[in-house]
């Protein structure tokens, strides 16, 4: 089973940036995709980007499309997600999830996911 870990969340004030990293291991080869989910208290969970480990091809949702920018290294087994003009309801827990489908823009084809890292966006 692949692991994911999360990482550079934290408090920021609106309008700044942020960049998320999330480092795989364990077994990768499966992987179609890696996305990123964020939820925020009393929400649904909402998939934000999605990128194809192969091709690099990358999804976004309208939310999120302009400001959110998902890339990946597969040298480094890592993918990140930039966020830039944060705004306060983008505050939330962030995940990222691997596919092993190759429907990676519908959420339902995410099925392993890592523990999450808090983004707090003041206004």
């Not at 925020?40 to 939310?63: I, N």
């Not at 596919?99 to 084809?109: E, G, L, R, S």
């Amino acid at each position: 089973q692949v692991q994911l870990v999360e990482s550079g969340g934290g408090l920021v004030q609106a309008g700044g940036s942020l960049r998320l990293s999330c480092a795989a291991s364990g077994r990768t080869s499966s992987t179609y995709a890696i996305g990123w989910f964020r939820q925020a208290p009393g929400s649904e969970r909402e998939l934000l980007a999605g990128v194809g480990w192969a091709d690099g091809d990358t999804y976004y949702t309208d939310s999120v499309k302009g400001r959110f920018t998902i890339s990946r290294d597969n040298a480094k087994n890592t993918v990140y997600l930039q966020m830039n003009s944060l705004k306060p309801e983008d505050t939330a827990i962030y995940y990222c999830a691997a596919a092993n489908t190759h429907y990676y823009t519908d959420p339902y084809a995410y099925a392993h996911w890592g523990q999450g890292t808090q983004v707090t966006v003041s206004a």
